[in-house]
């Protein structure tokens, strides 16, 4: 493949890499392996017709010289005698071959009349025919050897007298030895001195029908060789001029019927790129080509045309769908900002209240859900704690969720029973609910100075409570009817008792409903184990255990719910011991600040190494309040310090009515780079973010509330 783009290359490199270029050279291609393929397919024909040519003349030539001995000399005895004087020696005796002692045993068989006359037929016959040699031998079985009786050749280098012998392979003797008289009698071997030798031979019988010799004749396949040579010569130039000229006969078709309409469709293909580009709506480029080529090639400009025609109609369609989507789009993204500030989503919720800790978050199915909690100070004792799950999802169940939420909490600010407050939603709700939407509600009312909760439960979840000392409990209440469903509804109260100390967990069904890929489900019992494993932590931990734990459980499998969670952790009064100090704010009173801290924390006997993580903290807070705050002027700040029960954790809290300034707002600094590289200023701020387990800021009623929380303990 070109390493280039089309448009990347010049004119050369096109025509070298175009359509009519590679389907000439396919058709060149295909034309040599067909003539390759042809003249393999010839030369083995030709081979063996020549081979069973020169074959069957060896055969016949050794089948006539033996019909023309038998009429005028019986050569079976010559045989038979040579034959026995060859088996009566001694492998040493037989070693002598080649020498007059050993030639002397046999020259009874050489002085014989029939020897002569013998030797006289088979040097006519080899003379007069295309065999390279015929003689007359027998193979002897035990030795494994052709024993030479009667040869014609006068070539001194080359004859073999009566005994002589040569190796032959076992195969040749078994298969001249065992014929049985059908077709012809041949053998193929190589050799060293003649190359590929076919010996074809005749048999000599005796008067029991045995054979005791055979009048052979050996003809080299050379000739073939050469045969060959001259009809590959001969095939390739045929085939050279055959090939070029299909390969330009089919070219020129291929690109009158196939190459010529694809580039014209291509073309027509660029102009209308050129156009839409352009804001040209001309849709006649493929129309108008006019290809009638009957085949693959008209069909695909026929589709290209009715393509274009579509393509220009989907456009303006898509305009249209386009500009609704961007508008419906537009409108979702609103619809979740205002059903995000519906709910409550400012933490620390109450910074000025250290008697309760509170925290929830929602996590919605769609753009927007129809689940929703709320949590809302009645008066200054009394905290209201909602969840709720609005049957469906999308903007009705938002819509829906945002007129209960609405509801909910102005009921609960008159001072009614939670109750009661259901019952009074549940009947404003059915007069209008042509829809037949319903929604499970869950409502406490925690006394705050005695932690007991009055709740009502409106067909929703039940609610997961942790004692001071204890595990994360499932507390299977009473449950009413849903609001919405039907008119006339009653609840019932019931009461739950918070120590300080304790923790309440609710949520909706997306909790224990969320499904994995393979169709099982969070259930209760993961629930209620992952509240355990951070049942020591604050509220926002809590929570993200638990969304943590679904988001394992789930996987890549889709939301199918809304997931929505509160949990409110009961301090009470006795555990509210703030001690704060109020001062001016200069760089000269941070001792003063640390020296009032390190007294409270050798107080409850703070570790010395947690002691000076928060001195620093101090000198960086306080710091930063006393050169920016008020600058260029001064003015007053205060420090606060609390501890949580048991004296397992400390919170100190810098409130100030200086300029509105959030130190954690900005971007931690890159400590992996060098003091050089590294932007100057936020250092201080990071090392409290990382030596303190919290961190909080907030601005209300004028002032900058930052508060630190470390746990000694």
Excluded at 83 to 94: G, L, N, P, Q, V
Excluded at 260 to 277: S, T
Excluded at 360 to 383: C, N, Q, S
Excluded at 435 to 463: Q, R, S
Aim: proline fraction near 3%.
């Amino acid at each position: 493949m070109p390493e280039k783009s089309v448009r990347e290359m010049n004119k050369y490199e096109r025509l070298h890499y175009s359509l009519a270029s590679r389907t000439f050279h396919a058709v060149l291609i295909g034309a040599i392996i067909l003539g390759l393929v042809s003249l393999l397919v010839g030369l083995g024909l030709y081979a063996i017709a020549l081979s069973g040519q020169y074959i069957g003349e060896a055969f016949e030539v050794s089948k006539n010289a033996r019909a023309i001995i038998d009429k005028v000399a019986d050569i079976a005895p010559m045989a038979e005698e040579t034959m026995k004087i060859y088996s009566s020696m001694t492998d040493a005796e037989r070693a002598e071959v080649g020498e007059d002692n050993y030639y002397a045993r046999f020259s009874s068989v050489e002085n014989s009349e029939n020897y002569t006359q013998v030797r006289s037929i088979l040097k006519d016959f080899s003379e007069s025919s295309d065999v390279d040699d015929v003689y007359f031998g027998m193979y002897d079985e035990k030795t494994g050897k052709l024993v030479f009786i009667v040869d014609p050749d006068d070539r001194t280098e080359d004859i073999y007298r009566a005994g002589d012998y040569e190796d032959v392979s076992q195969k040749e003797i078994e298969k001249f030895l065992n014929w049985n008289g059908e077709g012809r009698l041949y053998h193929i071997t190589k050799t060293e001195s003649d190359g590929w030798l076919c010996t074809s031979g005749y048999p000599v019988m005796n008067s029991e029908g045995k054979p005791v010799g055979f009048i052979l004749a050996d003809v080299t396949l050379g000739n073939v060789a050469n045969g060959m040579k001259n009809f590959v010569l001969q095939y390739a130039i045929a085939m050279v001029a055959v090939v070029n000229l299909l390969a330009i006969f089919l070219t020129q078709h291929m690109k009158k019927a196939l190459v010529k309409p694809i580039n014209a469709i291509a073309e027509a293909a660029g102009k209308y790129v050129a156009d839409r580009r352009l804001g040209k709506k001309d849709t006649g480029h493929f129309s108008s080509l006019n290809i009638s080529t009957g085949d693959e090639v008209e069909n695909l400009a026929l589709i290209m045309a009715d393509m274009e025609k579509d393509l220009s109609d989907f456009e303006d369609s898509l305009t249209q769908v386009t500009a609704e989507k961007e508008r419906i789009g537009t409108e979702l993204a609103l619809a979740t900002r205002i059903q995000a500030d519906m709910l409550p989503n400012i933490y620390p919720a109450f910074p000025d209240r250290a008697d309760f800790d509170i925290y929830a978050k929602m996590t919605p199915a769609k753009e927007v859900g129809g689940d929703f909690y709320d949590f809302f100070l009645i008066d200054d004792d009394h905290l209201g704690i909602v969840m709720a799950d609005v049957s469906g999802k999308g903007i009705p169940a938002a819509l829906f969720m945002m007129v209960c939420k609405i509801l909910v909490q102005n009921v609960a600010l008159t001072g009614k029973s939670p109750a009661e407050v259901l019952e009074t939603v549940n009947e404003q709700i059915c007069k209008n609910n042509h829809e037949e939407m319903f929604v499970t509600v869950w409502l406490g009312i925690l006394d705050l100075k005695t932690g007991k909760i009055a709740a009502a439960n409106a067909g929703h979840e039940y609610p997961i409570l942790k004692n001071p000392n204890g595990d994360f409990e499932v507390i299977k209440d009473k449950h009413g009817f849903v609001i919405g469903g039907m008119d006339g509804i009653r609840y019932k109260n019931y009461e739950l008792t918070l120590e300080p100390g304790s923790k309440l967990f609710v949520y909706t069904d997306g909790v224990a409903e969320a499904t994995n890929a393979q169709k099982e489900l969070f259930g209760m019992d993961r629930t209620v184990e992952a509240l355990n494993k951070a049942k020591n932590d604050e509220p926002v931990k809590i929570l993200q255990s638990v969304s943590d734990a679904v988001e394992l459980f789930v996987g890549d499998a889709p939301q199918f719910d809304d997931l929505t969670m509160l949990c409110v952790h009961y301090i009470g009064e006795q555990a509210s011991n703030a001690k704060e100090i109020t001062l001016d704010a200069t760089v000269e009173n941070i001792t003063t600040v640390t020296e009032f801290i390190d007294a409270e924390l050798e107080a409850i006997d703070c570790p010395m190494k947690a002691q000076m993580q928060i001195d620093v903290a101090i000198d960086e807070l306080f710091g930063n309040i006393a050169q920016y705050a008020y600058a260029p002027g001064t003015g007053k700040a205060t420090v606060r310090f609390e501890t949580g029960r048991e004296q397992k954790n400390v919170t100190i809290t810098f409130i100030d009515e200086g300029k509105q300034y959030d130190p954690l707002a900005k971007e931690d600094p890159d400590t992996t780079l060098s003091a050089e590289e590294r932007k100057i200023g936020g250092l201080g701020v990071f090392l409290v973010k990382k030596t303190m387990d919290d961190v909080k800021y907030r601005y209300k009623d004028g002032k900058n509330i930052l508060k630190i929380k470390k746990i000694i303990k």
